[in-house]
């Protein structure tokens, strides 16, 4: 069984900082790509970014602002924020594609609130 554990959410002030990370443990065989979502109190999830083994792409509400960055161990993930505004206010998710012994997986991970006072 695949397990994501997510950690670094918080509150933080407009224009500050923060890092999330992404673990994926278990039996897995590789991993293509590593995502964030984040979804906001009424609104629908959105994809903020994704990594994959060659590419990094980010959401045009965030570039600029937010990189992902895969750990040495590829099989985790960091989403740095900078320059952090109140509306970036929502929870985080990770979401990890890859192959296991069973075949390809997808999984979430149970989210991470981050919080940015004005």
């Known amino acids: 069984q695949v397990q994501l554990v997510e950690s670094g959410g918080g509150l933080v002030q407009a224009g500050g900082s923060l890092r999330l990370s992404c673990e994926a443990s278990g039996p897995i065989l590789n991993i293509n790509v590593m995502a964030w979502y984040r979804q906001a109190p009424g609104k629908q999830r959105e994809l903020v970014g994704h990594?994959?083994?060659?590419?990094?792409n980010m959401a045009e509400s965030v570039k600029g602002r937010f990189t992902i960055v895969r750990g040495n161990a590829r099989n985790t993930a960091y989403l740095q924020m900078n320059s952090l505004k109140p509306e970036d206010t929502a929870v985080y998710y990770c979401?990890?594609?890859?192959?296991?012994?069973?075949?390809?997986?997808?999984?979430w991970g149970q989210g991470t609130q981050v919080t940015v006072s004005s």
């Open positions: 979401k990890v594609n890859g192959r296991h012994y069973g075949g390809p997986f997808e999984y």
């Open positions: 990594v994959t083994t060659t590419v990094t």
